[in-house]
């Protein structure tokens, strides 16, 4: 599902169509409901079975791109794209002494609005934001996956438990335009038994670098991506 897909490798980007991001069994029931007492069953059963191959086809497309990204991933990793979200090699990020480090261990520092950073709405629970990211293993800075343009940001409803708590946590700390550099320690990320499928060890700390904007249109980039 797609919720399972978030949590076991990269959030998931792109904007997807709604039969796409809902269990094909789900729409089947969705559209029953709506049709039945309004059609006959002929036109019923019909409807029913386009609906059903629709969602069919969106869930194989899901499930190869997955493959196909967990496939890259373990080949040597996802190709990082240095000329995207070129903040992240600002040098006020490696001075880890001024980082802040919350309850949970999750340490971060966000650039100043001089520095390019945000200062836009505070980002509240339950509310859908684009975020853009790349990951890192921290202790060696070996890059593990990128969604790092506007357009290939994907949509998060913040605090949602769709992604790990490390993630969830950062992004509302956060205000829309933020950019920041977030270390997560395991017990907020993968665990003990890390995620194998993208080559994070067990007892692994991430390395985020995540930037986010408000989830609708006139977003504007400054040059590092696309614009939305």
């Not at 409807?47 to 196909?68: D, R």
């Not at 006020?92 to 836009?120: F, N």
């Not at 290939?152 to 409803?157: Q, T």
Request: charged share 20%.
């Amino acid at each position: 599902t797609d919720s399972s897909y978030r949590r076991q490798g990269a959030p998931r980007g792109g904007n997807s169509t709604p039969l796409a991001k809902a269990h094909p069994l789900r729409v089947c029931r969705r559209l029953r409901l709506v049709v039945q007492g309004v059609c006959g069953s002929a036109t019923m059963r019909s409807m029913t079975a386009t609906a059903t191959t629709a969602t069919a086809t969106a869930a194989t497309a899901a499930t190869v791109a997955l493959v196909l990204l967990v496939v890259a991933v373990q080949a040597g990793g996802w190709k990082e794209d240095k000329g995207l979200m070129t903040w992240t090699r600002d040098a006020s990020l490696q001075d880890e002494s001024t980082y802040v480090t919350t309850a949970s261990g999750l340490k971060y520092k966000l650039l100043s609005p001089a520095a390019g950073g945000g200062g836009g709405a505070r980002v509240r629970k339950g509310e859908t934001v684009k975020v853009l990211y790349k990951l890192y293993l921290a202790d060696t800075h070996t890059h593990i996956y990128s969604q790092d343009t506007v357009k290939g940001a994907f949509d998060l409803r913040a605090g949602g438990g769709s992604v790990i708590k490390g993630f969830d946590e950062a992004v509302l700390l956060m205000r829309r335009g933020d950019r920041g550099r977030f270390l997560m320690p395991s017990h907020i990320a993968y665990g003990d038994r890390g995620q194998s499928s993208f080559n994070i060890p067990g007892g692994a700390t991430l390395e985020y670098l995540l930037e986010v904007h408000d989830d609708g249109k006139g977003v504007a980039d400054d040059g590092d991506g696309d614009e939305l």
